[in-house]
T-cell receptor, first 112, second 112 residues
Framework: QKEVEQDPGPLSVPEGAIVSLNCTYS??????FMWYRQYSRKGPELLMY????GNKEDGRFTAQVDKSSKYISLFIRDSQPSDSATYLC????????????FGSGTRLQVQP | KAGVTQTPRYLIKTRGQQVTLSCSPI?????VSWYQQTPGQGLQFLFE???????NKGNFPGRFSGRQFSNSRSEMNVSTLELGDSALYLC???????????FGPGTRLTVL
């Protein structure tokens, strides 16, 4: 069993929809949680990171962490066709947020 | 400020050969990490260097090695290539231990 599980999708939604992306993890040693977005033929780019349980908002994006359930989520409001990409959750054990453990990624398609 | 650059972008090798990939971090960044991305295993951490010292290593065989130079540029080497080494190899850099990593576009290696 992988340390981080993520539904690979694909997930197809109409423009303007609210998107929910999720990851579960098994290792309670993970301290930092991140969401990356990866467009085709590009490297991942950081969207959000969080340390504690709870919600963190940044524009149309909200990251949610529930350490007791070992479950993290990313919500995208008012989704746009430009949000079409693969979304990867990532976690790390140390304060340096290095040696990241990634989920397999969820491919999102926002239909205009 | 220029982003992380990786060379070459594409590479084709045959089984048994060796390959060297190069990564130039963002100016001023001292930490460089390498990841392997494949459709089956997703993104997996290879190793991390800081000030020319390897600080973390993922679960990869000894055929995978790396180094970092005094200007923070990094190289990774794969010896005795196998078909399963075909992947996108990503480099990420960060300024300090606690900073977020920024990824380059990757080098796509195909082993025939």
């Amino acid at each position: 069993q992988k340390e981080v599980e993520q539904d690979p999708g694909p997930l197809s939604v109409p423009e303007g929809a609210i998107v929910s992306l999720n990851c579960t993890y098994s290792n309670s040693a993970f301290q930092y949680f991140m969401w990356y977005r990866q467009y085709s033929r590009k490297g991942p780019e950081l969207l959000m990171y969080t340390y504690s349980s709870g919600n963190k908002e940044d524009g149309r994006f909200t990251a949610q962490v529930d350490k007791s359930s070992k479950y993290i989520s990313l919500f995208i409001r008012d989704s746009q066709p430009s949000d079409s990409a693969t979304y990867l959750c990532a976690m790390s054990r140390d304060t340096g947020r290095r040696a990241l453990t990634f989920g397999s990624g969820t491919r999102l398609q926002v239909q205009p | 400020k220029a982003g992380v650059t990786q060379t070459p972008r594409y590479l084709i090798k045959t089984r048994g050969q060796q390959v060297t990939l190069s990564c130039s971090p963002i100016s001023g960044h001292r930490s460089v990490s390498w990841y392997q991305q494949t459709p089956g295993q997703g993104l997996q951490f290879l190793f991390e260097y800081f000030s020319e010292t390897q600080r973390n290593k993922g679960n990869f065989p000894g055929r995978f090695s790396g180094r970092q130079f005094s200007n923070s540029r990094s190289e990774m080497n794969v010896s005795t290539l196998e078909l399963g080494d075909s992947a996108l190899y990503l480099c990420a850099s960060s300024y300090r231990d606690s900073d977020t990593q920024y990824f380059g576009p990757g080098t796509r290696l195909t082993v025939l």
